[in-house]
């Protein structure tokens, strides 16, 4: 596990981990996470997607926007050389809100598990929006129940009402 936490620390220049187990990825920024309760990759990966997204969509560290900018584009930058990923501004701020604060840690681990594949993340958009039929969308490996599907189908039909 060691290992995992200096590769990802490779990426972002100026990191370093504090007394707590914490990885300070941005100091400016106070871009961190716990890293104590990791245990593989795949939990670096979850806590950096859900604990760091949201400085990295939209954090403003300094008074002025153009430096604002390069400082989200160099975490950005170094969050794509961590993950072999391409990710974008516009990307940053659809992962933030889907899996920032670790507020559904089972699409976080979906996204990750299909390569980071953004459709997954642009998917769940669509159904809590209410602009896709939730039934049509359950794949094999998904067994949801008929209380499940019928929850999520009112869910996705009481936010498109807002």
């Given at each position: ?122 998917q769940e958009v669509k159904v809590e929006r209410g602009e896709v039929d939730v039934v049509s969308h359950i794949t094999k490996n998904e067994s949801l129940s008929v ?16």
């Amino acid at each position: 596990m060691t290992d995992e936490i200096f590769n990802l620390m490779e990426c972002f220049p100026s990191s370093y981990i504090n007394r707590f187990g914490e990885i300070i990825l941005s100091e400016k920024g106070n871009v961190y996470f716990t890293a104590k309760n990791c245990t593989d990759k795949e939990d670096v990966i979850c806590k950096l997607l859900e604990w760091c997204s949201r400085l990295m969509a939209k954090g403003e560290p300094y008074s002025s926007s153009k430096r604002n900018n390069e400082w989200r584009e160099q975490l950005i930058s170094s969050l794509n050389r961590y993950l072999g990923t391409n990710f974008d501004q516009e990307d940053m701020y659809w992962i933030y809100d889907q899996l920032g604060n670790a507020v559904n840690h089972k699409l976080t681990l979906r996204f990750i598990r299909s390569d980071f594949n953004l459709a997954i993340i642009y998917q769940e958009v669509k159904v809590e929006r209410g602009e896709v039929d939730v039934v049509s969308h359950i794949t094999k490996n998904e067994s949801l129940s008929v209380v499940n599907i019928a929850i999520a189908a009112h869910r996705a039909q009481e936010i498109a009402k807002q």
